[in-house]
């Protein structure tokens, strides 16, 4: 049991630090972590129903894991550059039209879900 516990702890002290990568060295997942601070001071602030704010941070969870995504594969393309494949250029447009998706859904979400509180 004690060893399970310690790969346990390792295996968590590796995901803070990618985590701490991504926030000290991508400036976009730094402006999403500030939005959905923002996006979470305003859960609390409008008291919103139970199920939206669970859609809310569900949507949050999504755009920030589609930044990390995205990340790793820019860091993969970047080691195979010095082989520059046609194909470098396309995954990275590629993975960052995923996060732009993502980021527009959780916008047009937020819209629909936060729009009523707005305008009592």
Do not use: C, Q
Not at 33 to 39: C, Q, R, S
């Amino acid at each position: 049991m004690n060893d399970r516990l310690k790969d346990f702890r390792r295996s968590l002290r590796h995901a803070i630090d990618g985590l701490t990568y991504a926030v000290a060295h991508e400036k976009n997942f730094r402006i999403e972590l500030l939005l959905a601070t923002l996006v979470l001071i305003l859960i609390f602030l409008f008291k919103v129903k139970s199920w939206e704010a669970i859609i809310l941070i569900l949507m949050i969870m999504w755009v920030l894991v589609a930044e990390l995504v995205n990340t790793v594969m820019e860091r993969i393309v970047d080691i195979l550059k010095p082989r520059i494949h046609p194909y470098a250029h396309l995954i990275k447009d590629l993975m960052a039209g995923a996060v732009l998706i993502s980021a527009v859904a959780a916008v047009v979400v937020g819209v629909i879900i936060f729009y009523p509180y707005f305008l009592r």
